[in-house]
């Protein structure tokens, strides 16, 4: 996710923290173990043992842990294993003669500067899997595995004349495909090789953010921050509209052209299926609707997809396919909050409703798109009141406009302007900054996390009405078969979301006032202690472990975070770079007798710090990251490789 300038909030409560400065006494079965570890039976539980806060420069400015995990097996015996972050590959290293986040044009022509090939500073989504049939370069000694990562977007300027301060968005963004040989006795990760995977068939990739990997082994991708067809067509922007983007520098470094790329070509869920010969295929689902999808994460129905919508004033939506491991049919539904707690000081609670907004398939999606299709044949608009009773008027990310529906319109509307036709029927679109989203199967539940409570949550007004809480919350969602929707039709799936509420020991909290946070003179708003900010959010089933990685401008370093679900246990796990965002994480139960737990970070530096170390923690930060252009994509596991597999 880009950080982007607006606030969010909720109420704080967190206590418990074991962290890694307090001492640990091991039993002869508690012990630190560095040996081969694949294959070691039936877990009863894991505990992570946290780190302390960055201290030292040094620290301040790396990617690392100190923790620790304990591992108690069903037998009854322990294993406590320090962890380590492993570095797989980096931004600006060349790998089979590609550079690792290397940017390409519609004709897959690198894109340059005067540097050379421009490359990512924003790698995110990660993807590993196995692939039946795919061969390790040395399967003597190694297991084949597949590692797809999508790159975010560049942020830095390029080496041109005259560069702009930030490019989000200005650039085409890109997936990689990395070949992984597994360590037989270690579980180990090395890259033996590197290709981009190509998105010139399907009109480029926009910035895409975090990713899931469905339940039938494919990466599923996202693209964030929809651009608006209002304006793209020349209507001017609304009041209030948070569109940023900047489609046509897109389009004229992708097709050469300012013109020519279709803001409806954008804003969907990219799906890419890796073959045995480390041949990719990737298609775009219209089907799921279109708005700044922040990933999508698949039900074990195979069927059921929830998907977050970053920004201020958005939605949350849910898709249910026709047909399971296929997502190229199906109902789209847009949530309706309809609050059950009184005041919302502890992060709210509610009643989920579905509005049913239509079903259609990405064929049917793509046509109209092809055929030109523009925002005004869907919608008449004004951005001021009109006076006549026919327009109604609505508030979403695009700004708070009076919108009338053009007659048989429905389809277009409901798949191609999701959010705007969403506020039209009645959804909540009020949701602030609404991130990752993860499923615990056993429990049927789902997790969504709120970056920052604010905006139209904490407005007082409309749907939601919660106390604002800059730190952000984590939500948890009820799921349920038999569930009717708005209009009493019985929705087709046994993972409907009927109710929403935070879970306190993960609601944030932020002080900004140095009577009361010393803490706070020096940028660090948000407590070490609590999540702040969340953004990245997975679920590890064998673990019984949430993971949250953070993305926050209110305190100097970003962190990941593991909460166990039955202990209510939280520990900080990872540090990322001052500034930088984690991102990219995966919960890997069990490859082959090794679990993982994949972690990326981007953009360190960012908008620079208060902290009293940060003169020398900018000069680690460019001498240990190339000017703040590499960024790492890796995993956490044990000193000599791989965590042991949560069977």
């Known amino acids: 996710m880009k950080l982007k300038p607006v606030v969010i909030a909720v109420s704080c409560a967190l206590s418990g923290l074991a962290m890694a400065g307090q001492s640990h006494h091991h039993s002869d079965d508690d012990r630190h173990d560095h040996r081969s570890h694949g294959h070691r039976g039936a877990v009863k539980s894991v ?45 600006t290293d060349v790998i089979s003669g590609q550079p690792v986040g290397g940017l390409y044009d519609v004709n897959d022509t690198p894109i340059t500067d005067a540097s050379g090939q421009v490359t990512s500073d924003a790698p995110d989504g990660n993807s590993l899997m196995q692939v039946p049939g795919m061969r390790a370069a040395d399967p003597r000694k190694n297991n084949p595995l597949a590692l797809v990562t999508q790159y975010e977007y560049r942020g830095l300027p390029l080496d041109i004349p005259a560069p702009e301060s930030d490019y989000w968005s200005k650039l085409p963004a890109t997936m990689s495909l990395a070949m992984i040989d597994q ?97 990719t295929a990737v298609e775009k689902h219209y089907a799921l609707g279109r708005f700044a999808r922040e990933l999508a994460d698949v039900q074990p129905d195979g069927r059921t997809v929830y998907m977050g919508d970053d920004g201020a004033y958005t939605g949350l939506f849910m898709f249910v396919a026709d047909k399971a491991k296929d997502l190229s049919e199906g109902t789209l539904y847009a949530g309706k909050w309809m609050q059950t707690s009184p005041d919302g000081t502890d992060g709210g609670a509610a009643n989920l409703e579905w509005v049913k907004l239509g079903h259609a398939s990405d064929a049917e999606i793509q046509v109209m798109v092809d055929d030109g299709i523009r925002f005004s044949d869907i919608f008449e608009v004004s951005n001021t009141d009109p006076g006549d009773a026919s327009y109604a008027e609505v508030r979403t990310y695009m700004g708070t406009e009076w919108l009338r529906l053009k007659p048989g319109m429905e389809k277009a509307a409901a798949f191609l302007e999701t959010r705007r036709y969403a506020a039209l029927l009645g959804a ?125 401008g209110y305190r100097n370093n970003n962190y990941v975070w593991a909460f166990n679900l039955d202990t209510r246990k939280l520990s900080r796990i990872l540090s990322v770079p001052m500034g930088a965002e984690a991102t990219g994480l995966q919960a890997v139960d069990d490859y082959n007798g090794f679990a993982y737990i994949m972690g990326n970070f981007q953009h360190p530096g960012e908008n620079g710090s208060k902290d009293p170390d940060w003169t020398e923690v900018s000069q680690l930060l460019d001498q240990n990251w190339d000017n703040r252009l590499k960024t790492t994509i890796g995993y956490i596991g044990t000193q000599n490789g791989a965590l042991p597999a949560m069977k």
């Not at 609304?238 to 013109?259: E, K, L, N, P, R």
């Not at 409309?462 to 952000?472: L, S």
Request: hydrophobic share 30%; charged share 25%.
């Open 47 to 91: 505990e992570f043992i946290g780190m302390d806060a960055p201290a030292t420069p040094q620290e301040k400015a790396d990617v690392y842990t100190d923790a620790q995990l304990k591992v108690t097996y069903r037998n009854g015996r322990s294993k406590t294993f320090d962890l380590k972050y492993h570095q797989l590959m980096a931004t």
């Open 428 to 552: 909540t679109t009020e949701f602030n900054k609404m991130e990752g989203v993860t499923h615990n199967a056993e429990d049927k539940k789902a997790y969504i996390v709120i970056s920052r409570v604010e905006n139209g949550m904490s407005d007082a007004d409309g749907d939601i009405r919660v106390a604002k809480n800059k730190g952000g919350a984590v939500y948890e969602l009820d799921l349920k078969g038999r569930v009717r929707d708005a209009k009493g039709d019985r929705i087709r799936s046994d993972y409907v979301a009927t109710s929403i509420e935070s879970v306190p020991e993960l609601l944030g909290s932020y002080d900004n006032n140095t009577a009361t946070n010393p803490d706070a003179a020096f940028g660090n708003y948000c407590p070490q202690d609590k999540v702040c900010d969340g953004d990245n959010l997975k679920y590890s089933a064998g673990m019984r472990t949430l993971f949250i990685g953070e993305d926050t």
């Open 183 to 279: 360590d037989k006795r270690t579980g180990a990760l090395e890259v033996t090789d590197y290709d981009n995977i190509s998105f010139a068939d399907v009109n480029g990739l926009w910035i895409p953010c975090a990713a899931s990997l469905s339940p039938w082994n494919t990466h599923l991708g996202s693209e964030e921050y929809e651009p608006d067809a209002k304006t793209r067509e020349g209507i001017a922007a609304a009041s209030g509209s948070q569109d940023g983007t900047d489609i046509d520098s897109f389009s004229s470094y992708f097709f050469g052209d300012a013109a020519t790329a279709n803001p409806y070509h954008y804003g969907l869920v990219p799906e890419i299926r890796v073959k045995r010969n480390g041949d």
